[in-house]
């Protein structure tokens, strides 16, 4: 079958045995070994850095190799994985060792992790989970590719697998409480984008530009909205997935589609707040007052969280693979395909700081370890707890 392949700005055809429907290679695979963009990314100018920023500690761990790797934090450990199966532990604070182990066969989805348990998905749609010590407890096939990582919700680890459908399994033996799955369009974005647990609702975003909410407990529908309709005449120009995860606070959940909107509801029944149009592969974060978008073309931008209006623009960042912000008290952090984190302002996208890690793309989003620091894994395997002060 046929995969169309996204590279920033840039589509080529290239074959692919695909299963179910074509899908569309998403941004991130753009920094993985796709073709350059067509547009040459912006050079980065120097900035005059508005606070301190560092490395606080640095850890490795195997090469993400074309798959993105998605680090979790528990408590005060730091766990990630390599594609060749190898997962490491650190402690969140300094970056001693936790423990190591390989996990017996490659990793496509990163981590999810509990007190307990340390689940991770394979290429061949297997979960694997495991003790803190690297004991295998379980394994269960799903059917498909889990590309991102699970979740661990209580009793209960929740997949996310290739073809859309959301699966749950007890996580003290890996039998299957409950599946949920939906058709898919003819044309689909290949995603990373995982669900969200929140007070026992599973939110998760889909291809056609759906934003569901289901019973952690049982799978079953709690409502289904509209984040954005296919437009277009063409399958490619219909495509209005969303291929990241959604945001989701005591009053809302919120998401964004390609070749669509960002759009807030009402976390309880589903009810629309507000909707404004704006194209993201790599997705949205939150705080207490506002939204931050990553769209297509590797513009940050912050939307007022209660109204949608726009606030600022960062579009100094073209075509560099920028991933989803994240909202770390008066700053918004993101990573690029080159190794940099660079900080901005909360307040007007001005740039704050800047630190380079190890050279290869940031592909995953950056991950808050407390109130003034952050986790980014790179492409080669580096992790880098950032400190700003």
């Given at each position: 079958?046929?995969?169309?392949?996204?590279?920033?700005?840039?589509?080529?055809?290239?074959l692919?045995?695909?299963?179910?429907?074509?899908?569309?290679?998403?941004?991130?695979?753009?920094?993985?070994?796709?073709?350059?963009?067509?547009a040459?990314?912006?050079?980065?100018?120097?900035?005059?850095?508005?606070v301190?920023?560092?490395v606080?500690?640095?850890?490795?761990?195997?090469?993400?190799?074309k798959?993105?790797l998605?680090?979790?934090v528990?408590?005060?450990?730091?766990?990630v994985?390599?594609?060749?199966?190898?997962?490491?532990?650190?402690?969140?604070?300094?970056?001693?060792?936790i423990?190591?182990?390989?996990?017996?066969?490659?990793?496509?989805?990163?981590?999810?992790?509990?007190?307990?348990?340390?689940?991770?998905?394979?290429?061949?749609?297997?979960?694997?989970?495991f003790?803190?010590?690297?004991k295998?407890?379980?394994?269960?096939?799903?059917?498909?590719?889990?590309l991102?990582?699970?979740?661990?919700?209580?009793?209960?680890?929740?997949?996310?697998?290739?073809?859309?459908?959301?699966?749950?399994?007890?996580?003290?033996?890996?039998?299957?409480?409950?599946?949920?799955?939906?058709?898919?369009p003819?044309?689909?974005?290949?995603?990373?984008?995982?669900v969200?647990?929140?007070?026992?609702?599973?939110?998760?975003?889909f291809?056609?530009?759906?934003?569901?909410?289901?019973?952690?407990?049982?799978?079953?529908?709690?409502?289904?909205?509209?984040?954005?309709?296919?437009?277009?005449?063409?399958?490619?120009?219909?495509?209005a997935?969303?291929?990241?995860?959604?945001?989701?606070?005591?009053?809302?959940?919120?998401?964004?589609?390609?070749?669509?909107?960002?759009?807030?509801?009402?976390?309880?029944?589903?009810?629309?707040?507000?909707?404004?149009?704006?194209?993201s592969?790599?997705?949205?974060?939150?705080?207490?007052?506002?939204?931050?978008?990553?769209?297509?073309?590797?513009?940050?931008?912050?939307?007022?969280?209660?109204?949608?209006g726009?606030?600022?623009k960062?579009?100094?960042?073209?075509?560099?693979?920028?991933?989803?912000?994240?909202?770390?008290?008066?700053f918004?952090?993101?990573?690029?395909?080159?190794?940099?984190?660079?900080l901005?302002?909360r307040?007007?996208?001005?740039?704050?700081?800047?630190?380079?890690?190890?050279?290869?793309?940031i592909a995953?989003?950056?991950?808050?370890?407390?109130?003034?620091?952050?986790?980014?894994?790179?492409?080669?395997?580096?992790?880098?707890?950032?400190?700003?002060?």
């Open positions: 079958m046929m995969r169309i392949a996204i590279a920033g700005f840039l589509m080529l055809a290239t692919g045995a695909l299963g179910g429907c074509n899908t569309i290679k998403s941004a991130y695979d753009s920094w993985f070994g796709a073709p350059a963009p067509s040459k990314p912006a050079a980065l100018t120097p900035i005059t850095s508005q301190k920023i560092r606080a500690w640095q850890g490795a761990v195997g090469a993400a190799g798959t993105v998605f680090p979790a528990n408590g005060n450990t730091v766990w994985a390599g594609a060749n199966g190898e997962v490491a532990g650190f402690n969140a604070a300094n970056g001693t060792s423990g190591r182990f390989a996990a017996g066969q490659a990793i496509a989805s990163g981590v999810a992790a509990s007190a307990t348990v340390i689940a991770v998905g394979t290429p061949r749609g297997e979960i694997l989970a003790s803190r010590a690297g295998a407890l379980w394994k269960t096939q799903a059917p498909g590719e889990t991102a990582p699970p979740v661990i919700d209580g009793e209960r680890v929740i997949a996310r697998v290739g073809d859309g459908a959301i699966h749950a399994y007890d996580v003290a033996s890996g039998k299957r409480l409950w599946v949920y799955q939906r058709s898919a003819a044309l689909s974005v290949r995603s990373y984008a995982g969200v647990v929140n007070r026992g609702t599973v939110y998760a975003g291809p056609g530009g759906r934003l569901i909410a289901l019973s952690s407990a049982n799978g079953s529908v709690l409502w289904d909205s509209v984040v954005a309709l296919p437009k277009g005449t063409t399958e490619l120009e219909r495509v997935d969303i291929t990241s995860p959604p945001v989701v606070d005591e009053n809302r959940a919120c998401a964004v589609a390609y070749q669509g909107r960002a759009a807030c509801f009402d976390a309880t029944r589903g009810a629309s707040i507000w909707a404004r149009d704006i194209s592969f790599s997705g949205l974060g939150a705080d207490t007052r506002n939204i931050y978008v990553t769209d297509d073309k590797s513009a940050v931008s912050a939307l007022d969280k209660t109204t949608g726009s606030l600022w960062q579009d100094k960042l073209f075509g560099r693979g920028i991933t989803r912000p994240l909202a770390l008290g008066r918004v952090a993101v990573g690029d395909y080159q190794g940099f984190v660079h901005l302002s307040d007007d996208g001005s740039f704050v700081g800047r630190i380079a890690t190890d050279g290869s793309a995953a989003a950056p991950v808050a370890l407390d109130l003034s620091s952050f986790l980014v894994q790179t492409r080669n395997g580096g992790v880098f707890a950032i400190a700003v002060e």
